[in-house]
């Protein structure tokens, strides 16, 4: 069993910042990618940012220069820093992992349980 932790949320004024974290536990081969997606009230989930393990990132356009994404794969942790947040960032941030059971296996991708923020005026 693979489980992912989600830390960091909060509530934070328009131009504040938070550090999301998550981390992968359990008994497994290697992680490969790792996403953040956010699921703002009344819409669907989209994709924020990727990191793969080399650290290769790619960016949705609203949040480039404002969040970055970095991860340390000795603790199994992908990061989300974000800056200058802003009301429209308010919603649930969810980090998915693509994880190798075993070697050779093919990756299946695992989510965490999500962490609230809240951007006030």
């Known amino acids: 069993q693979v489980q992912l932790v989600e830390s960091g949320g909060g509530l934070v004024q328009a131009g504040g910042s938070l550090r999301l974290s998550c981390a992968a536990s359990?008994?497994?081969?290697?992680?490969?990618?790792m996403t953040w997606y956010r699921q703002a009230p009344g819409k669907q989930r989209e994709l924020l940012a990727a990191i793969t393990r080399s650290g290769r990132t790619n960016y949705l356009d609203s949040v480039k220069g404002r969040f970055t994404v970095s991860r340390d794969n000795a603790k199994n942790t992908v990061y989300l820093q974000m800056n200058s947040l802003k009301p429209e960032d308010t919603g649930v941030y969810y980090c998915?992992?693509?994880?190798?059971?075993?070697?050779?296996?093919?990756?299946?991708?695992?989510w965490g349980q999500g962490t609230q923020v809240t951007v006030s005026s």
């Open positions: 998915k992992a693509e994880i190798l059971r075993f070697p050779g296996a093919t990756g299946s991708d695992y």
């Open positions: 359990g008994i497994f081969f290697s992680i490969s990618d």
